[in-house]
C-alpha cells in the first residue's frame, strides 16, 4: 500500500496565485522530500525536511512537517506557467531497509 | 555530467519477449534503483543495488532481474513480458551516505507490452 497519498490529486491555479498540496503518511519516518515531474520527464528532488523540523523555505517553496498528524503541506508561492508539473511526497521510513516511499502524486496545472 | 541515462526511451513488446533496459550514471553513485510508475498508484521500487555486486528486491520485483557488475551501470531485465508490465520505468541513483536523501532520476522508458 502507498505511503504517502497526496492531496488534491489535481489543482488548476492562475499565474501569481499561490498552490498548496498536501501529504498524508502512515509510519514514522527519518524525513519526507518533495519532488517535481514535468510531463514526460523524469523527478527532480526540490527539498527535504527531517523529522525533527516543523518548516523550511526554498526560494518559493515552504514545506511543513506535522510528525504529530502524520502530514506534510508543499506551498508554492506566486506560482508561474513553468511550476505545471506532477508534485510527489517520498518517505525515508525508520526501520524500512533501503528505499523510498512515494506518493501518488498532485498534479498542478498553473494558467495564464 | 550526464547525470543519470536511460535507454530505449519507448519500446514495444509482444508477451513473452525478453528484454533489457539500460540505466548508466557517471556521479560515481554508489546506490541505484528502479521504480515503475503506473496511473494513481505513484513510483513503486522493483529492484535496488548499493553497490557493485550488490543487489535487493524491491516491493515488486516479479517478473524482472537486475545484476550490478560496475558502478555505473545497472540493468533491468524483462524475463518474459506481460501486459502487466506495461508502465513507465524510472532509474535513479544517489551517493552512499546520503542516498536516502535525495534521489537523482533518469528521463524514463515507457514500456507497452501487447
Known amino acids: 500500500s502507498q505511503q504517502g497519498e497526496e492531496d488534491p490529486q489535481a489543482l488548476s491555479i492562475q499565474e501569481g496565485e499561490n498552490a498548496t498540496m498536501n501529504c498524508s503518511y502512515k509510519t514514522s519516518i527519518n524525513n519526507l522530500q518533495w519532488y517535481r515531474q514535468n510531463s514526460g520527464r523524469g523527478l527532480v528532488h526540490l527539498i527535504l525536511i527531517r523529522s525533527n523540523e516543523r518548516e523550511k523555505h526554498s526560494g518559493r517553496l515552504r514545506v511543513t512537517l506535522d510528525t504529530s498528524k502524520k502530514s506534510s503541506s508543499l506551498l508554492i508561492t506566486a506560482s508561474r506557467a513553468a511550476d505545471t508539473a506532477s508534485y510527489f511526497c517520498?518517505?525515508?521510513?525508520?526501520?524500512?531497509?533501503?528505499?523510498?516511499?512515494f506518493g501518488t502524486g498532485t498534479r498542478l496545472q498553473v494558467t495564464l | 555530467n550526464a547525470g543519470v541515462t536511460q535507454t530505449p526511451k519507448f519500446q514495444v513488446l509482444k508477451t513473452g519477449q525478453s528484454m533489457t533496459l539500460q540505466c548508466a550514471q557517471d556521479?560515481?553513485?554508489?546506490?541505484m534503483s528502479w521504480y515503475r510508475q503506473d496511473p494513481g498508484m505513484g513510483l513503486r521500487l522493483i529492484h535496488y543495488?548499493?553497490?557493485?555486486?550488490i543487489t535487493d528486491q524491491g516491493e515488486v520485483p516479479n517478473g524482472y532481474n537486475v545484476s550490478r557488475s560496475t558502478t555505473e551501470d545497472f540493468p533491468l531485465r524483462l524475463l518474459s513480458a506481460a501486459p502487466s508490465q506495461t508502465s513507465v520505468y524510472f532509474c535513479?541513483?544517489?551517493w552512499g551516505a546520503g542516498w536516502r536523501e535525495k534521489l537523482f532520476f533518469g528521463s524514463g522508458t515507457q514500456l507497452s507490452v501487447l
Open positions: 543495488s548499493v553497490g557493485a555486486g
Open positions: 556521479m560515481n553513485h554508489e546506490y
Open positions: 535513479a541513483s544517489s
Open positions: 517520498a518517505t525515508d521510513e525508520t526501520g524500512t531497509a533501503s528505499k523510498l516511499t
